[in-house]
């Protein structure tokens, strides 16, 4: 089943400050993403990768095209719909991982993770138990849960950020990075998150960095440089 | 589909003059019941004008503001009678000013500025008036040893969070805020941010915040809209602004925060 559709999608930038300098970065992109496959998103590092992958979330505004979630049984194309209808979709459909965490102050992780279940409005004890069983699989240290992340190391934001991002079992998920300062086994821990996500029919886009990850989780890859203005 | 309810608030080409200073342009925007709203922009860019023109504290010079009351249907503010839009200012809407003195009174009690909004809306028990005082104050993070203290001995971090309470005793369904974090120290900035961020979700509340902050909107709001000599130049959801600001003077803004 077909989750989300690309079409014709085309963006670039254009900076006011500095003289009003136009970059092309996407022209035309057609992409579509089934049920339970993970699409990676390849090409050389300004290549677009990330402009395509925030352009998904609504989070980048494409010039022209059209990014259409199947979102609770109908199609939102998300860059035209309302900023409520998007928030709607991005809370019950469309998760995003980003590479660093948006830390929000005193608010503890286990908080932080449970958030996005307390969203959809699932009660709070059991919001916070998935959370605590989400932090744990990810080797987050008990006696960090109740401490605000700000001051974590890079490797533990980032966890907390995935644990964040994977609680909600949003039917399509955007992962940028996700495992860019992991170690070795943290990165297992996140490439079977990434697995059990597929088998429940999860459609995913990510941008790996790591050549192995991206052998492991990846079932098509979208190389998104022979899609570039020229 | 969401959007056949009808909005909270309507505002319509609303303008301002000052003999031939037009402090704000043809602003219309929609809001919906529990959506925060930020109102960014520079110093002298009319945010605080917009807010008080729609918050009924200053008269408009053209335009309407549309508001669906809770049991009279959609009512247009500016036309509403003095004591209607008082009525409407202590049950239904709440206005936080940036300056707490200007929100709170000064004379009385803390546990008072709070039981004298809900005595406003017909309260009348004395024991069931300072049992939700003190629940507020607890609520906002005031020590209840000091319910009865005079708001002027707080630190302003506290009388700002007294002025919340106030606001929010009688439950109101729109918060009008100016600034609320301006003046504090960064650390109660923050807690202050944190708290805010708490109550309109508990309560659903929808807000319209006037802030020079960018950080302060990214936190709270869903949806921004940017000022710029009285006009909105730009308006969409807040990551979306932000992260891919399209006129000049956004990304200027954005463009000009000090990165940590």
Redesign the interface.
């Known amino acids: 089943m077909t989750m989300m559709r690309v079409k014709d999608l085309s963006k670039s930038f254009t900076l006011h400050e500095q003289g009003g300098v136009v970059l092309p970065v996407l022209d035309n992109i057609n992409l579509d993403v089934m049920a339970g496959e993970c699409v990676v998103l390849l090409g050389p590092s300004g290549s677009g990768k990330s402009t395509l992958l925030r352009s998904m979330y609504a989070n980048y505004k494409p010039q022209t095209g059209r990014i259409e979630v199947r979102h609770e049984g109908a199609w939102v194309d998300i860059l035209s719909a309302a900023p409520r209808m998007v928030l709607n979709v991005r809370k019950r459909t469309l998760g995003y991982v980003s590479q660093f965490l948006r830390v929000i102050p005193r608010v503890p992780s286990l908080e932080v993770v449970a958030e996005p279940l307390r969203n959809i409005g699932i009660e709070a004890a059991a919001a916070r138990a998935r959370a605590a069983a989400m932090l744990e699989r990810l080797r987050i240290p008990q006696r960090l849960w109740s401490l605000a992340p700000a001051t974590f190391s890079g490797g533990e934001q980032q966890r907390v950020n995935i644990a964040r991002g994977f609680i909600s079992q949003s039917p399509i998920m955007l992962l940028d990075e996700p495992t860019s300062s992991l170690d070795a086994q943290n990165r297992a821990a996140v490439i079977t998150l990434i697995d059990e996500a597929k088998a429940r029919g999860t459609a995913i886009v990510g941008i790996f960095h790591d050549e192995d990850v991206r052998r492991r989780v990846g079932t098509r890859q979208f190389d998104v440089a022979l899609a570039r203005p020229t | ?3 056949l309810e009808p909005p909270l608030l309507q505002v319509e080409g609303l303008s301002k003059l000052y003999g031939r200073n037009v402090a704000c342009k043809n602003v219309t925007f929609k809001l ?1 019941a529990g ?1 925060v709203l930020c109102i960014v922009g520079e110093s002298g860019s009319g945010k605080t004008t917009l807010l008080n023109c729609i918050s009924a504290i200053q008269p408009q010079s053209s335009g309407r503001v549309l508001y669906q009351t809770r049991h009279a249907g959609t009512a247009d503010v500016t036309a509403m009678s003095d004591a209607q839009k008082r009525l409407l200012m202590r049950t239904d809407w709440g206005i936080v000013h940036q300056n707490p003195r200007d929100g709170l009174r000064m004379g009385v009690s803390a546990g008072a500025n709070v039981g004298e909004r809900l005595m406003a809306v017909g309260a009348r028990h004395y024991g069931h008036i300072r049992a939700e005082a003190t629940g507020w104050l607890n609520r906002v993070e005031i020590d209840i040893d000091r319910i009865d203290d005079l708001p002027g001995t707080f630190s302003g971090g506290m009388q700002q969070r007294l002025q919340i309470a106030r606001n929010l005793v009688t439950k109101p369904r729109l918060v009008f805020m100016d600034e609320p974090t301006g003046g504090l120290d960064v650390s109660v900035q ?2 202050l ?2 708290l805010l ?1 708490a109550l309109v979700q508990d309560l659903q509340l929808a807000a319209i915040i006037v802030t020079h902050d960018l950080a302060v909107a ?2 709270l709001a ?2 921004l809209l940017v000022m710029r000599r009285g006009e909105i130049v730009e308006s ?2 807040t ?2 602004v932000l ?2 600001p ?3 003077y956004t ?2 803004l954005v ?1 000009s925060i000090l990165q940590t």
Do not use: K, V
């Open positions: 589909m969401i959007d919906w959506e923050a807690r941010l944190d961020r990214r936190l869903h949806r969409g959801l990551d979306q992260d891919d399209q006129h000049p990304q200027l463009s």
